[in-house]
């Protein structure tokens, strides 16, 4: 009998294990968790990417599940609980994994260790904007009005508009009270009827009032100064530690195997190169991530850290 070469034997040795853990792919579908309910922001950004990543070789196929609830919370453990072998995959948000875990004392999950990082698939930045008939016309106007009680309604507590309030606070010393509504639509309503001062909302969502010149832009919060605006000044333009992006990832449970995450990898570059997601990102004020799980994590690391900082330093907690 001729023997095998060891190198030859190592192969043979590994290809079952290789094997099984390509298995889910493309032989069936993978659950995609999206933690929060449909119609909502992070919903609308899985919509709008699952279906081109679906179109991509070597790429599993997704079909969404959403699981809502205690602030993407529910979701997020599920993704967290499931098994680590390809068959679940999921949303991970500005949420999830950067201001829910200082805004909750108690959660069901780690957001550093029960999660593979897969990429950043997406972050836009957030706006602030007042009444068109407002005296309040620039940034500027803003910053002058110290001593004077405003207020600034979100889309509810511990969203991006709501802790975006308490950065603008706690950079500037504003005198401003957070009015939190259940959704976005009821802000939008009392701000043009003038019963509050500001929205601070992500820019798809604040762009629409801002055309139609019923409400302005006075400010972004970015590194740089979005192109749908370009002559609206960023926040760091007038205050230091004020970069805000309202985030979503990719991610799977802890202990994803190599094969997959790379074979992921690949999907996500492929999708996010992709001109027609592309310009369905440049409509919303997306700025696409880079597919690099190292660099996810260590991103994660950041949020986690800063969001820390402004919710204890504003005394937040929803729980």
């Not at 950079?171 to 959704?183: E, F, M, S, W």
């Not at 302005?216 to 992006?245: F, H, K, Q």
């Given at each position: 009998m001729t023997a095998i070469p060891r190198r030859a034997a190592l192969a043979l040795g590994l290809a079952p294990a290789l094997a099984r853990a390509q298995a889910p792919w493309p032989h069936r579908p993978v659950r995609y968790i999206v933690p929060y309910p449909p119609g909502g922001g992070a919903d609308s950004i899985a919509r709008i990417f699952v279906p081109v990543f679906n179109e991509q070789p070597g790429a599993p196929f997704l079909v969404i599940d959403n699981r809502g609830g205690a602030g993407g919370n529910i979701g997020a453990e599920a993704l967290a609980r499931s098994p680590a072998d390809g068959s679940v995959l999921g949303q991970i948000t500005i949420g999830t994994h950067g201001t829910n875990p200082s805004l909750f004392p108690r959660l069901g999950f780690d957001p550093l260790t029960d999660f593979t990082p897969i990429?950043?698939?997406?972050?836009?930045?957030?706006?602030?904007s007042v009444h068109a008939d407002t005296p309040i016309r620039t940034l500027d106007d803003l910053l002058?009005?110290?001593?004077?009680?405003?207020?600034?309604?979100?889309?509810?507590?511990g969203t991006s508009g709501h802790l975006t309030t308490e950065v603008l606070k706690a950079?500037?010393?504003?005198?401003?009270?957070?009015?939190?509504?259940?959704?976005s639509g009821p802000a939008w309503a009392d701000l043009l009827a003038k019963r509050i001062d500001m929205v601070a909302e992500n820019i798809h969502v604040a762009l629409p009032h801002h055309q139609s010149?019923?409400?302005?832009?006075?400010?972004?919060?970015?590194?740089?100064?979005?192109?749908?605006?370009?002559?609206?000044?960023?926040?760091?333009?007038?205050?230091?530690?004020?970069?805000?992006?309202s985030?979503?990832?990719?991610?799977?449970?802890?202990?994803?195997?190599?094969?997959?995450?790379?074979?992921?990898?690949?999907?996500?570059?492929?999708?996010?190169?992709?001109?027609?997601?592309?310009?369905?990102?440049?409509?919303?004020?997306?700025?696409?991530?880079?597919?690099?799980?190292?660099?996810?994590?260590?991103?994660?690391?950041?949020?986690?850290?800063?969001w820390k900082r402004i919710i204890t330093e504003a005394k937040i907690s929803l729980d």
């Open positions: 990429a950043l698939m997406g972050q836009q930045q957030v706006t602030i002058a009005r110290k001593g004077v009680e405003m207020t600034s309604g979100s889309s509810g507590n950079r500037t010393g504003l005198a401003i009270t957070h009015v939190p509504y259940r959704g010149g019923r409400t302005r832009i006075i400010a972004v919060t970015g590194r740089t100064r979005s192109p749908l605006v370009p002559d609206v000044p960023i926040l760091m333009e007038r205050m230091p530690d004020s970069v805000v992006y985030w979503n990832g990719v991610a799977g449970p802890a202990g994803l195997p190599a094969p997959l995450v790379a074979q992921l990898v690949q999907a996500m570059r492929a999708t996010l190169a992709n001109p027609a997601l592309r310009l369905r990102y440049d409509e919303l004020g997306l700025e696409a991530g880079e597919p690099e799980p190292v660099a996810f994590q260590a991103f994660i690391r950041e949020q986690l850290a800063f």
